[in-house]
């Protein structure tokens, strides 16, 4: 298990919510993975612009209404 995946299941066995958000940029392959990998889903894509650069960004959402929905880590 590496670093990224201990810190998530560690934050997913204390998180006192009922969803959980992360923001990655779409063109970012490797980070898209990790949270599919740990059961997020694209629920919104933004495009902005940001200190003269066109940006895309997916907010991915978990949803953890019970520990069982909750993936393996």
């Known amino acids: 298990m590496g670093a990224g995946s201990a810190l998530l299941g560690r934050l997913l ?3 006192p919510v009922r969803n959980l958000v992360a923001w990655v940029e779409k063109e970012n392959r490797k980070g898209r993975r990790f949270y599919e990998k ?3 889903h694209a629920v919104e894509e933004i495009e902005e612009e940001f200190m003269g650069f066109r940006t895309r960004t997916l907010r991915c959402l ?3 209404e019970t520990k ?3 993936p393996e880590m």
């Open 13 to 15: 066995d204390q998180a």
């Open 38 to 40: 740990h059961g997020f």
């Open 62 to 64: 978990l949803v953890l």
């Open 68 to 70: 069982q929905n909750r």
